[in-house]
């Protein structure tokens, strides 16, 4: 299920280029994919069953700059999954407009929290998760 979470620009986004700076981008994708798993109640369901995840991997494009005022939208959904990652598409947009402001792929790995190592993907993690369950489709 993708998720929408909308935040302003405010004067602390911005540096002294007076443009939203790149590594900020990385605190609103990180609230975009909080928001992702509130809304599909997976903060709690993990925690229940002593799972973890954590991001391996980002890639960002920057396509514009955004300034003070502006509002984004951010959209995450689940766009892909292996054995043991999932990867999510997450689109940051100029409001309730088309134009693009950035788009990111990132890349997670489930840990089970007691031992740190790293899960694979089974039917039931699978099941835990709303926008790939559907789909069934594992990459090797």
Do not use: C
Not at 42 to 68: C, D, E, P
């Amino acid at each position: 299920m993708k998720t929408t979470v909308k935040i302003k620009i405010r004067g602390y986004h911005i540096d002294h280029f007076q443009h939203v700076n790149n590594a900020r981008y990385l605190e609103f994708l990180e609230e975009g994919r909080w928001h992702y798993s509130e809304k599909n109640n997976l903060i709690s369901i993990f925690h229940q069953k002593g799972i973890s995840h954590v991001t391996v991997n980002i890639n960002i494009n920057y396509k514009r700059s955004a300034v003070v005022g502006e509002v984004l939208r951010i959209e995450t959904s689940v766009i892909r999954k292996n054995r043991k990652s999932v990867t999510m598409l997450q689109q940051v947009f100029l409001n309730d407009t088309d134009i693009l402001i950035a788009d990111a792929q990132v890349t997670n790995v489930f840990l089970h929290i007691k031992s740190g190592n790293v899960m694979r993907i089974n039917e039931e993690l699978n099941s835990l998760l709303p926008d790939i369950a559907k789909t069934n489709q594992i990459t090797r």
